[in-house]
């Protein structure tokens, strides 16, 4: 299930790409954006298919991860201006 979002992530990001460096790529696929809009599709249908009942603890975790995340992200950090060695 992770590679389908990083494939379908990696689809995504290959038009937009393409339009911010225009002469970036050493190879181009003709009708890229075909390509791109068809992975995405692809991926979209297979992720469809997917029992996420199974994938609850993961859901759980992630949104644990998420809270912590902004929780700790707010809080100034305790030892700004600390050495982290006391001997020093």
């Given at each position: 299930?992770?590679?389908?979002?990083?494939?379908?992530?990696?689809?995504?990001?290959?038009?937009?790409?393409?339009?911010?460096?225009?002469?970036?790529?050493?190879f181009r696929l003709p009708a890229g954006p075909l390509v791109a809009v068809v992975g995405v599709a692809i991926c979209l249908v297979l992720l469809a298919?997917?029992?996420?009942?199974?994938?609850l603890i993961l859901l759980a975790t992630i949104a644990i991860a998420l809270v912590n995340w902004i929780v700790v992200r707010k809080r100034p950090a305790a030892d700004?201006?600390?050495?982290?060695?006391?001997?020093?």
């Amino acid at each position: 299930m992770s590679r389908l979002f990083y494939y379908g992530a990696i689809c995504v990001a290959l038009p937009v790409l393409r339009r911010r460096q225009p002469g970036g790529a050493w190879f181009r696929l003709p009708a890229g954006p075909l390509v791109a809009v068809v992975g995405v599709a692809i991926c979209l249908v297979l992720l469809a298919g997917v029992d996420f009942s199974k994938s609850l603890i993961l859901l759980a975790t992630i949104a644990i991860a998420l809270v912590n995340w902004i929780v700790v992200r707010k809080r100034p950090a305790a030892d700004e201006g600390k050495s982290r060695h006391p001997a020093e």
